[in-house]
C-alpha cells in the first residue's frame, strides 16, 4: 500500500481531461478528472525538492500529494489503468519532475533512481499487486 506518493514539478501544467476543482468559493486545491480525483495540492513544498532534485530552485516547483487518489484507485483494476494512463500522461507533459513513493515508509532509506514514464508506471502496479511489500524511491526523468 502506498504510504506516500508526492509529485513535484517546476511548472505545473494541467493536461486535458483533468482541471481543478472549483466550488462556490472559489478553486480548490483537487486536481480531477470529471468527479474521479487524481492529486491534491501540497500546501507547502513538505520535503525539500533540492534533496531530490540538486540543481532544482525549489521556490519555483509545486507540489502534489497523490497517495490518497492513488490508494482509492488501487480498489479497482479499469479505475487503476485509468489513473495510471493519467498519471502517465501527466509526467509525460513535463519536462522535469520528482515522483517520491513509499510503502511501508521508514523501512528502507528512499533510492533516488532515473525513470522513463513507462518504469514508473510499472513499478507502482507491482506495487499494488504486492502491497504488503516495501519500497521508497525518489524518481526523475530518465534522459537520453
Known amino acids: ?53 540538486p540543481t532544482a530552485t525549489p521556490a519555483s516547483w509545486e507540489g502534489l500529494t497523490l497517495a490518497h487518489e492513488a490508494r482509492a484507485a488501487m480498489a479497482n483494476e479499469t479505475q487503476w489503468q485509468r489513473y495510471l494512463n493519467l498519471l502517465r500522461g501527466f509526467l509525460d507533459h513535463h519536462v522535469s519532475w520528482v515522483l517520491v513513493a513509499e510503502a511501508d515508509c521508514d523501512q528502507h532509506p528512499i533510492v533516488q533512481v532515473e525513470l522513463s514514464t513507462a518504469e514508473v508506471v510499472a513499478r507502482l502496479d507491482r506495487q499494488r499487486q504486492s502491497p504488503k511489500s516495501s519500497f521508497s524511491l525518489s524518481a526523475v526523468p530518465r534522459r537520453g
Open 1 to 53: 500500500m502506498l504510504d506516500v506518493l508526492d509529485l513535484y514539478v517546476p511548472s505545473l501544467s494541467v493536461i486535458p481531461p483533468l482541471a481543478w476543482v472549483t466550488t462556490a468559493w472559489g478553486p480548490a486545491d483537487a486536481l480531477c478528472l470529471g468527479v474521479v480525483a487524481f492529486a491534491r495540492r501540497l500546501p507547502s513544498l513538505a520535503r525539500p525538492v533540492a534533496a531530490f532534485a
